[in-house]
């Protein structure tokens, strides 16, 4: 029998470790279906070359419609980011992320019944963005997470998620050394948990992510993805971002980032069978198939539900 994309979702019973995350009102149930956060540059030098400051009518409602469009597509999540992170990216100064950055999240908190995540690395930021209805702070720089950072953090009831970086974006590409790049990864991540925890902020707030493509090699990235199971050890929900990233156009040759988009389904059908519990993409719709699919794969249980 036919089994539906509404009833694969409510019937499949996926073997994955369940939480649920919470971020400020919302309780976001993880584990029984991969949730897809849509990524919404509003920067003018994103390496994917979907910066909306880089495009004309490039206004407040016109991101709040960029946004819209990836919700309606299927995104669980929305991902406001104003700094570019690519290896050797600028920095902007907290005042203009915040302009960039500020308007969007309160017209989307207002707009749509879905988590709001900022991402940043810039406490200053983060209170802005809580204030404004941000419901997730996504922090790059979540293994070197300052006490600032923590402390408008445990104020507040926000979901946090740690980023795997060494350095900056400026740089980490200098600081690839690794004896076992996955025990190193997971004992980074595991400090930056602790402070967290003994600061206040509860484990059901926080999600991890190994961090791909930064200060990662290709073979790096590649291990991530392949051991993603280990990092389960760490007991808490996994969030993967490989959308576009240069380690996908390096192994098909393809310079150009929009063409990648079948690379990055694999990698997202590979994180999703390994335990990730969130996905961060650029392209929502195709992606949300590429979940959707890999979901019922994962979870053949589902049909003697029907």
């Given amino acids: 029998m036919f089994l539906s994309r509404k009833a694969s979702q409510n019937h499949i019973v996926r073997q994955r470790s369940c939480f649920t995350l919470k971020a400020q009102n919302f309780s976001i149930p993880l584990g029984k279906r991969t949730q897809l956060m849509g990524i919404v540059n509003v920067t003018p030098d994103s390496f994917s070359q979907d910066g909306l400051l880089a495009r004309s009518a490039s206004t407040p409602h016109a991101h709040l419609r960029y946004a819209m469009k990836l919700i309606h597509q299927g995104a669980d999540i929305i991902d406001i980011g104003g700094e570019s992170t690519r290896p050797g990216a600028k920095t902007v100064t907290a005042q203009e992320e915040l302009q960039r950055v500020i308007p969007l999240v309160r017209l989307l908190a207002k707009k749509t019944t879905i988590p709001v995540s900022v991402d940043t690395s ?28 923590i402390n408008v ?13 060494r350095g900056t974006p400026q740089t980490m590409q200098k600081r690839i050394r690794y004896h076992n ?31 791909i493509g930064f200060c990662k090699t290709v073979e790096h990235n590649l291990l991530i993805l392949k051991h993603l199971k ?29 063409q990648r988009i079948w690379g990055t389904a694999a990698t997202i059908s590979n994180a999703i069978t390994n335990g990730a519990h969130i996905i961060r993409v650029h392209d929502v719709a195709a992606m949300r198939d590429v979940a959707d699919i890999t979901d019922a794969i994962r979870g053949p249980e589902g049909f003697q539900h029907l």
Wanted: proline share 5%.
């Fill in 153 to 165: 953090l445990r104020k507040s009831n926000v979901a946090v998620v740690l980023m795997h970086i």
């Fill in 181 to 211: 790049v996955i025990e190193e990864i997971i004992a980074e991540l595991q400090k930056s948990v602790q402070k967290c925890l003994e600061s206040g902020i509860k484990s059901d707030r926080i999600i991890i992510d190994p961090g």
């Fill in 230 to 258: 280990k990092f389960s050890t760490l007991r808490l929900p996994i969030l993967i971002g490989t959308s576009r990233k240069s380690f996908i156009g390096k192994i098909l040759e393809r310079p150009d980032p929009a």
């Fill in 122 to 149: 810039k406490p200053l930021v983060a209170q802005h963005a809580i204030d404004a209805g941000a419901a997730m702070i996504n922090i790059i720089r979540g293994t070197a997470i300052s006490q600032k950072m």
